[in-house]
Every structure is written in C-alpha cells, then in structure tokens.
C-alpha cells in the first residue's frame, strides 16, 4: 500500500519552493499542525489495542487517546460492541486500606436484572394459547456491556458485572506519534503542501494580503477534493444503512 510520510511531504515542499533545508523545522511544525487537524475529521486515523482490565474494572486510556469509536469484547473475528452508560460513579471506591476497589453489583443484589428464566416469560407475556401479549418496548432495560469515558481520571470503567481480564478499543489518535501511524494517505499530500505554503506566506512579510487570500483558498479547495475523495459512500451503502435501521419489535 503506497503511503507518504511528513518528512516526504516537507521535502517536496521545500523542492517546490526551491528553500534551502534550514527551513526545514519551519515546514515540519506547519506540516504537523495541519496533519493533526486533518486526522480528526477527514483522514480518520485509527488505531486498535487490547487493554487489560484491572481489580476495580477499569482501563488506562493510551497516551495517543483522542476519542474512541468502538470498545467491546472479542468473539473470534469480531468484536461485540458496548454501548456508553453515563450514569456511572465518577468517583472512585476505597477499601479501609485506602485501596482502589469495584463497586458491588447493585443491579444483580437489587433484583433490577430481567428475569432469566424461562416460566417469566410465559406466565407475563403470552397467553394461555402461548400467543405474545406484547408490551415489551426495551427488552433488557439493563445494558450490562457499558462503560464511561472518565478523562479526569485517564481511565474508562467498565461495569462491574464483567468477569474478562481485557477489552478491545478503536479509537482515534492526533497522528503525530512516532509510529507506523503517522504514515499519510497519498490523498492528503496536495492538501498538506497547500496548508504548508499558506501559513508560511501568512507568517512572512515577504507577502502581501492578496497573496496569502490566494493561498488560504487554494488549501481549502484542496480540502474539499481530499474530503471527497475520502468519501467513498455510495447507493449500495445508503440502502444499506436504511435497512440496518429496520428490524422486528413486538407491539400491541
């Protein structure tokens, strides 16, 4: 897979310019600032990682963390996703030796869990000819698969019903770390370039008003070709996202 690299891009920058390396720092730090911008809301930049989960069910939130996309558990090739409960304790629990603990299961000691064996159902909702009676808006009200995003304290808790040792997480990162990450899609080098011409014409006396409007315009029209070109949506997946919206639900 052909893919660039930001000291690629800041060379061909200063190539085109005809500058001498010792602009070189100055291309790079511009280079830099657009590639993170661009990694947040067009070029995506994700990352997966297994996180292992400690005695209070929690997780540590990797240093690159931005935002997360997908956080679940693996079955074979696929990961069963959960969903975000904002309604977790932000604060954490202490033992009497001042040791970080979970929080007992209030919904299994309460009763709040759906009934799980098979005569509840039955007796609730059929009838005598074992027809359903409906009513059943949100069939397991509890969702136990949930977790929190805790930024203050870099951790996301998980709940405490969860007997696994570790979890998996898609999440996005700024791109700027020093890994196989920061490589560039061919498609954002025009755009990056273009970014890198702007600013240095802005940030130089060299150029007058008229000439930095030209280059600000130019980088954003090359925004708009690598935004389009990053899309790859088509009718087969609209028609797709529509029926993935469907599904049976018993009603009355």
Same mark, same amino acid.
């Given at each position: 897979m052909k893919l660039y690299t930001l000291d690629k891009l800041v060379r061909s920058a200063l190539a085109d310019k005809s500058y001498p390396m010792h602009w /070189? #720092?100055? @291309? *790079?730090?511009? $280079?830099?600032?657009?590639? +993170?911008? *661009?990694? @947040?809301?067009? *070029?995506?930049?994700?990352? !997966?990682? +297994? *996180?292992?989960?400690? !005695?209070?069910k929690a997780v540590t939130i990797p240093c690159d963390f931005v935002d997360y996309i997908r956080i679940g558990d693996e079955m074979g090739q696929y990961i069963t996703p959960w969903g975000e409960k904002e309604s977790f304790n932000r604060l954490n629990k202490f033992d009497a030796n001042g040791n970080k603990v979970a929080y007992g299961d209030i919904e299994a000691s309460n009763g709040l869990l759906p009934a799980d064996w =098979? $005569?509840? &159902? /039955?007796?609730n909702y059929t009838n005598d000819k074992g027809e359903h009676l409906g009513r059943i808006f949100n069939n397991f009200s509890s969702f136990r698969n949930s977790f929190e995003v805790i930024r203050e304290r870099n951790e996301i808790q998980l709940d405490t019903s969860y007997t696994g040792t570790e979890i998996t997480m898609d999440y996005v990162t700024d791109g700027v770390n020093a890994d196989s990450t920061t490589a560039i899609h061919p498609y954002a080098h025009d755009c990056i370039v273009a /970014?890198? @011409? &702007?600013?240095?014409? =802005?940030? !130089? +006396?060299? /150029?007058? #008003? !008229? =000439? +930095?409007?030209?280059?600000? =315009?130019e980088f954003y029209n090359q925004l708009r070709v690598l935004k389009g070109r990053m899309n790859n949506i088509d009718v087969n997946m609209i028609r797709r996202s529509l029926a993935g919206g469907y599904g049976p639900v018993i009603r009355n």
């Open positions: /070189y #720092l100055q @291309f *790079l730090k511009y $280079g830099i600032d657009v590639f +993170r911008m *661009l990694n @947040f809301d067009v *070029l995506r930049n994700v990352k !997966s990682v +297994r *996180l292992p989960v400690n !005695s209070y =098979e $005569g509840f &159902w /039955y007796t /970014y890198i @011409f &702007w600013k240095m014409k =802005e940030h !130089s +006396r060299a /150029y007058n #008003l !008229s =000439e +930095r409007a030209v280059a600000k =315009e």
